[in-house]
T-cell receptor, first 114, second 110 residues
Framework: GAGVSQSPSNKVTEKGKDVELRCDPISGHTALYWYRQSLGQGLEFLIY????????KSGLPSDRFSAERTGGSVSTLTIQRTQQEDSAVYLC????????????FGPGTRLTVT | TQLLEQSPQFLSIQEGENLTVYCNSS?????LQWYRQEPGEGPVLLVTVVTGGEVKKLKRLTFQFGDARKDSSLHITAAQPGDTGLYLC??????????FGTGTRLTVIP
């Protein structure tokens, strides 16, 4: 079956521009997560969607970051007025239920802000 | 401030050697997971440990959860080049709080 997919795989943008990153989770998975990974290091939690509940946005680093999940499926992470420190790999994961369930990760989107 | 610290951060060993990676915290977790990530891919779950003192084995990999559920270790016996990758621990607290460790990048030289 299809895994988690993300697009684009690579994105180069100029400082100050807005970017949208897309995540298609595994069908039937109610939970969706966004993480940021810098320089192959650990993952930084950004936001968590679970079913129809209000998302947990506690990890978003600034108000330039926002995310939506439409119809309980596809999610879009938007970064407005990008800065060079936003350069990183953005990973999306989905799981069948809550946090304790196995998370299946997409390949990530590598964002470079010049 | 990282909730979970991993050590070492980098490890380069010869094929056939044994190694241990540590994941430490001052916080208690309800369970802890270990993931491996290869370049250009997302992390893949290796194991979940739930009970304090629990030991799980996955072929040449042995995972242990500390008695107090604050730390964990991953031991690899007779490492192979295919073990090369970034190893990440992740601790679970509460209903939806998953905290990833700082990562250990392992290179096994043939």
């Amino acid at each position: 079956g299809a895994g988690v997919s993300q697009s684009p795989s690579n994105k180069v943008t100029e400082k100050g521009k807005d970017v949208e990153l897309r995540c298609d989770p595994i069908s039937g998975h109610t939970a969706l997560y966004w993480y940021r990974q810098s320089l192959g290091q650990g993952l930084e939690f950004l936001i968590y969607f679970q079913g129809n509940s209000a998302p947990d946005k506690s990890g978003l680093p600034s108000d330039r970051f926002s995310a939506e999940r439409t119809g309980g499926s596809v999610s879009t992470l938007t970064i407005q007025r990008t800065q060079q420190e936003d350069s990183a790999v953005y990973l999306c994961a989905s799981s069948l239920g809550g946090t304790g369930d196995e998370q299946y990760f997409g390949p990530g989107t590598r964002l470079t802000v010049t | 401030t990282q909730l979970l610290e991993q050590s070492p951060q980098f490890l380069s060993i010869q094929e056939g050697e044994n190694l241990t990676v540590y994941c430490n915290s001052s916080s208690v977790f309800s369970s802890l997971q270990w993931y491996r990530q290869e370049p250009g891919e997302g992390p893949v779950l290796l194991v979940t440990v739930v009970t304090g003192g629990e030991v799980k084995k996955l072929k040449r990999l042995t995972f242990q959860f500390g008695d107090a559920r604050k730390d964990s270790s991953l031991h690899i016996t007779a490492a192979q080049p295919g073990d090369t990758g970034l190893y990440l621990c992740a601790g679970i607290r509460g209903a939806n709080n998953l905290f990833f460790g700082t990562g250990t990048r392992l290179t096994v030289i043939p």
